[in-house]
């Protein structure tokens, strides 16, 4: 799009009628004001909006990476139902074993 020329030029020249002249003052101011709106927006999202969604995320992670007391309680269960499958499990050993050793011990005493 090719530029206009500068208003007082284009007078001097004789190219622009005083009507264009004024329209061309109000489509500055238009513009002029016009620029604020558009500018601090701009400057809202680039640095707060930004900065907020890394500072939330890097929050996010801080936290996922330590155990909530949820997970806690959890991790404990765990670790109780755990320890009384072994005890079930070695208790279940000793009984296998000691039906064994009376099964033996009967086929070696009846010939």
């Not at 558009?38 to 400057?43: G, T």
């Amino acid at each position: 799009m090719p530029v206009p020329p500068a208003p007082d030029i284009a007078i001097q020249a004789g190219n622009v009628s005083p009507e264009d002249l004024e329209a061309m003052r109000q489509a500055a101011e238009i513009t002029a004001a016009a620029v604020p709106m558009v500018v601090v927006p701009v400057i809202c999202i680039v640095f707060v909006l930004m900065s907020w969604l890394i500072l939330h995320y890097v929050t996010k992670w801080r936290q996922a990476k330590t155990l909530t007391s949820e997970d806690e309680s959890l991790l404990d269960d765990l670790h109780d139902t755990a320890r009384r499958l072994d005890e079930r499990l070695n208790t279940i050993e000793r009984i296998v074993a000691a039906d064994r050793l009376t099964d033996q011990s009967q086929r070696t005493s009846k010939p």
